[in-house]
Nanobody, 125 residues
Framework: QVQLVESGGGLVQAGGSLRLSCAAS????????MGWFRQAPGKEREFAAA????????YYADSVKGRFTISRDNAKNTVYLQMNSLKPEDTAVYYC??????????????????WGQGTQVTVSS
């Protein structure tokens, strides 16, 4: 089992920044690809960013590319999502997820076995 706990969400003005953290406990963290997904009210959950177990490969949705940066610290069992130049359309609940896969599969929610409880990000205009 892997337990995931997100933190760092909040209310920010458009153009501002937030950094989300996801702390993992349980099995060997570096064995897992990690992803960030988000779900806005009335919309389906969508992929935002992902990172391979080693941290050597990263993947981004077109909507966040150039503004968000995913990273991980395997010594701390933590994955981060640095969000800059935030827009009102980034408002959503953000979830981190862990799965024993690599490559572009990490863009797909169904490959993840474990999910956090989510953290709310609200961007005001």
């Amino acid at each position: 089992q892997v337990q995931l706990v997100e933190s760092g969400g909040g209310l920010v003005q458009a153009g501002g920044s937030l950094r989300l953290s996801c702390a993992a406990s349980g099995r060997t963290f570096s064995n897992y690809g990690m992803g960030w997904f988000r779900q806005a009210p009335g919309k389906e959950r969508e992929f935002a960013a992902a990172i391979s177990g080693s941290g050597g490969s990263t993947y981004y949705a077109d909507s966040v590319k150039g503004r968000f940066t995913i990273s991980r610290d395997n010594a701390k069992n933590t994955v981060y999502l640095q969000m800059n130049s935030l827009k009102p359309e980034d408002t959503a609940v953000y979830y981190c997820a862990a799965g024993p896969y690599a490559g572009s599969y990490l863009r797909t929610a169904s490959v993840y076995n474990y999910w956090g409880q989510g953290t709310q990000v609200t961007v005001s205009s």
